[in-house]
């Protein structure tokens, strides 16, 4: 069958969208290998509308992948891009495939080759998927949107053993330049052994700075930091700190580490 015999067929609408959206990708492929890359485009944009609607997973990755390779016109691969993680497609994908299907696992990953994930989808893939890459990249939203649920929700997922301490911490204050200001943020917080643990990863991270010269809220995350310090040396130094700003509940700090040897050592 001759291109254009092939293009006249595949112009005729199927009336559902995974066809459509098909037929539209295959007359894109056709033009593309004759060279003619504005019609290959324009088809491309003729399989825009059915998107979302899309049932199929591995065309859709495919189509996505497809698109990048050959060097669609860039606005049509933000597009596509930027819908990959539609909630739409994100619910209709986590109800059609089961968990560990390759397809599915496909289309998960590239939550890495995104830029712009919609905070409901991102809410949506934390409930569900476990992958280690898929938490980062979606709780990197619910950050980036400070969202009113990150805090509880990192806590949550530690807690629950879907993510490990040091990989969420690491991933915490990998978001700024400062950890002062993760360490504002996490004050805030009820006391609780993973915040806690949060803030004295937060001051460990302050570097050289002394912390007897600094503001009242990295006080109090010393102060909560303290109990979860491994290094006695550094127990020590944080203790001496409190003490120095007559922090008022430095002695109580002190006995919380219920480190008896503490006792034994020289202020």
């Known amino acids: 069958m001759l291109p254009e015999d092939r293009l006249a067929i595949l112009a005729e609408e199927q009336g559902d969208h995974d066809r459509d959206f098909q037929a539209a990708i295959e007359r894109a492929c ?56 539609d909630v739409r497609i994100v619910n209709r994908m986590l109800e059609n495939y089961k968990p560990g299907d390759p397809i599915l696992t496909t289309y998960l990953k590239m939550v890495d080759e995104v830029d712009y994930i919609p905070l409901d989808s991102a809410k949506r893939l934390l409930e569900s998927v476990d992958d280690p890459s898929v938490i980062a990249a979606a709780l990197k939203v619910l950050f980036s949107r400070k969202d009113s649920a990150r805090f509880e929700t990192l806590i949550l997922l530690i807690d629950n053993g879907r ?66 310090v491994r290094s006695l040396e550094t ?32 202020m």
């Open 163 to 228: 993510l490990s301490f040091e990989g969420g911490s690491k991933l915490l204050y990998s978001l700024v330049d400062d950890p002062l200001v993760i360490i504002r943020d996490l004050v805030d917080q009820p006391e609780y052994e993973v915040v806690d643990q949060l803030l004295a990863d937060g001051v460990s991270r302050l570097g050289d700075r002394n912390l007897a010269y600094a503001d009242d809220i990295v006080h109090q995350a010393v102060a909560r930091a303290l109990p979860h």
């Open 235 to 266: 127990k020590l130094d944080y203790y001496r700190c409190l003490v120095e700003v007559n922090w008022p509940e430095a002695t109580r700090s002190f006995l919380k580490m219920n480190c008896s040897v503490l006792f034994n050592r020289r």
């Open 30 to 85: 056709i033009h593309d290998c004759l060279g003619q890359a504005e019609a290959r485009d324009l088809s491309v944009s003729e399989a825009a509308p059915h998107l979302i609607h899309l049932q199929d997973l591995s065309v859709l990755t495919n189509t996505v992948n497809w698109i990048r390779q050959v060097g669609v016109e860039d606005s049509y691969q933000k597009y596509f891009v930027r819908r990959l993680f």
